[in-house]
């Protein structure tokens, strides 16, 4: 190849296209300058400011010792039962708007709390408190699922249903036809 | 350790769906059709030469599409963007975006330049909406010159040297991404990448040579019996080194026998049974080894030849994918505290079901019918003078070849619309 060619009228295309990259290349590094959140890469490959707003966020999480102060009576249903181990939001959602109401309630005698919703069964379904008598609560632990120990109550479902001559195989409910959900037994 | 203080299962399902098998077979097909072009272009194997154009193009269509995979599997597209804008230098992950724009880039400039005589010719003859398209493409750049020919003839040369590396760090890559899950024992291994990477060359030889075959075939014309040829020796041997590769691994791990491979073991005989033992081995591998074996003979019948060395592909384009799901499925199946299965069934339908996965795989063959429509992907349908693609001695052209395309815009709009044969004859303008 001759060298000079690069320099010559021949290799204008080559210059255009060049251009082309380089033009490219500046709008991607100027865009990405104007798209890079402020605090990001402070502290990692992260928003350092995001730390702050999410430490400012309320927690959501209630705790089960919240829920028994006023749900006594299921603190002690679940005394000996194996279930003392799931928190109560596991089957009854976050309850938070539940809890915020409830304290008002204990301060302002005659105001009322929300009931709890029908769940529908969908775990992406975000309600805050719901009273839950649906099988995919219960099979979301007790499904034979990969990762389990072997002492640890699995099912399958089918099977299980035609074992012990359920009557609704289908309902959504099944489960506590026999089982109670915060006493194990039996 | 109080099982009932956690809540159960760690591993209810697989996560990384059909989606995720098709990224790498698709990003295999683009690095080895490149492979297959730079072969022609790099080291000068003319056998290869009616297929080097079809290889690059190929090579483009289907990076073109082989981030779709990805963003069905991954939802919101609009935070497609964020991989390049906010990148996690630690994480393999974010190579990606800069690997994959880097190649792509690399990819458009070469057939641009490669198919920059027939844009020329076409800008300079063309009216109407088509002329537009190609003036465009042309980017002003208008004048074919013996001077201009020879910086292309160095450019493309270069570019295609560059892209090879690229190319295989593009699918390495995705090896890489495997192997490097130290806590999956069916993907944690360094020879992940360099399995991943013969694979992709036996792929992209094998989609090249049914796509070649099947193009010929629809246009009823007959397959150039030594490129063919060629081309099933080069997939004998890339597919010898792959299938050794994935046996050694294989055989490697067996031989070691850690706490792993009881899970391993049980997952290859019962749970990959028919996808590894069957269709990756018997019918992916071995079948097409005979079939090329019979293929590559000098003396063969040039029809049997092509009929050996297509269906031979078929099989191995069909082994490939079966190599890539008993990676990536396969991968998921077992628990990782290897206490058990899980099952997975492709759904028809939904964003990442087998119609989307069908979509997907069809639309760089659109987009290859499409670029055939634009460009010329075969030698007969180009302007002759634009042949000779390599620097030194040139190809039987009537005019100096500069003068074919020293047409200008003053140039008549009936005389741009003659043949290129007759515009060769006359002098330039």
Redesign the interface.
């Known amino acids: 190849?001759?060298w000079k060619?690069?320099f010559?009228r021949?290799?204008?295309?080559?210059w255009?296209?060049s251009f082309?990259?380089i033009a490219g290349g500046s709008v991607?590094v100027w865009g990405?300058g104007q798209?890079?959140?402020e605090t990001?890469?402070e502290q990692g490959?992260y928003r350092a400011a995001a730390l702050e707003k999410l430490a400012s966020k309320p927690s959501v999480l209630v705790s089960d010792s919240v829920c028994l102060k006023c749900h006594a009576d299921v603190g002690e249903e679940r005394a000996e039962s194996?279930h003392k181990?799931?928190s109560c939001n596991?089957c009854h959602g976050l309850g938070r708007e539940h809890v915020v109401q409830a304290q008002k309630a204990a301060k302002t005698p005659g105001l009322t709390i929300d009931s709890a919703k029908e769940w529908d069964g969908n775990f992406m379904t975000h309600i805050d408190l719901f009273i839950t008598q649906d099988r995919a609560t219960c099979l979301v632990?007790h499904e034979s699922?990969?990762?389990?120990?072997e002492?640890?109550k699995q099912i399958n479902v089918a099977e299980h249903l035609e074992d012990m001559g359920a009557e609704e195989v289908k309902g959504r409910d099944v489960c506590f036809e026999c089982h109670m959900g915060h006493d194990t037994a039996p | 350790m109080d099982a009932n203080s956690f809540v159960f299962p760690n591993d209810p399902g697989i996560a990384w769906s059909i989606m995720i098998v098709l990224y790498p077979y698709i990003t295999g097909l683009v690095a080895g059709a490149f492979v297959v072009s730079a072969l022609y272009h790099v080291f000068h194997q003319e056998v290869l030469k009616p297929v080097a154009k079809l290889a690059l193009v190929t090579s483009l269509c289907f990076c073109s599409c082989a981030t779709l995979p990805l963003l069905l599997h991954l939802h919101h597209p609009e935070r497609a963007l964020n991989i390049m804008v906010t990148p996690n230098g630690t994480s393999a992950m974010a190579g990606f975006g800069f690997i994959y724009s880097l190649y792509m880039l690399l990819l458009v400039v070469e057939v641009w330049l490669v198919f920059r005589p027939t844009i020329v010719e076409r800008a300079n003859s063309r009216i109407g909406a088509a002329g537009l398209v190609y003036r465009i493409l042309a980017l002003g750049a208008r004048k074919m010159t013996d001077g201009s020919r020879q910086v292309d003839d160095w450019a493309i040369r270069l570019l295609a040297m560059a892209g090879i590396p690229i190319a295989c760090i593009l699918h390495g890559y995705v090896g890489f991404l495997f192997g490097a899950i130290k806590a999956n024992p069916w993907w944690s291994t360094a020879l992940m990448p360099v399995i991943f990477l013969i694979s992709a060359i036996v792929s992209g030889i094998a989609g090249l040579i049914v796509l070649y075959v099947g193009m010929c075939w629809r246009r009823g014309v007959k397959p150039d019996a030594d490129c063919v040829r060629a081309m099933c020796r080069y997939l004998w041997v890339a597919l010898v080194v792959a299938v050794s590769l994935e046996m050694l691994e294989l055989g490697h791990m067996a031989y070691e026998s850690g706490a792993e491979w009881k899970v391993l073991s049980t997952l290859l005989t019962e749970h990959l049974a028919v996808s590894y033992g069957l269709i990756q081995v018997v019918i992916g591998s071995l079948c097409p080894f005979l079939l090329l074996l019979i293929a590559v003979r000098p003396r063969l019948n040039p029809r049997l030849m092509t009929a050996c060395g297509g269906l031979a592909s078929l099989l191995v384009l069909v082994q490939v994918f079966a190599m890539r799901w008993n990676v990536v499925v396969g991968g998921q199946l077992f628990s990782k505290s290897y206490r058990g299965f899980v099952e997975y069934t492709v759904p028809w339908g939904g964003r990442e079901g087998i119609i989307a996965a069908a979509i997907v795989l069809t639309l760089p063959l659109l987009a290859l019918w499409l670029a055939d429509k634009l460009l010329p992907l075969w030698q007969d349908s180009e302007p002759s003078a634009s042949l000779p693609f390599e620097t030194g001695s040139r190809i039987m052209s009537p005019e100096p070849i500069g003068a074919a395309f020293a047409i200008t815009a003053e140039t008549p709009p009936a005389e741009r619309t003659q043949p290129v044969q007759a515009q060769l004859t006359s002098p330039a303008k």
């Open positions: 190849m001759n060619l690069i010559s021949d290799s204008l295309h080559l255009i296209v082309l990259v991607f990405r798209l890079v959140p990001y890469g490959p194996l181990a799931v596991h632990c699922m990969v990762g389990m120990p002492g640890f």
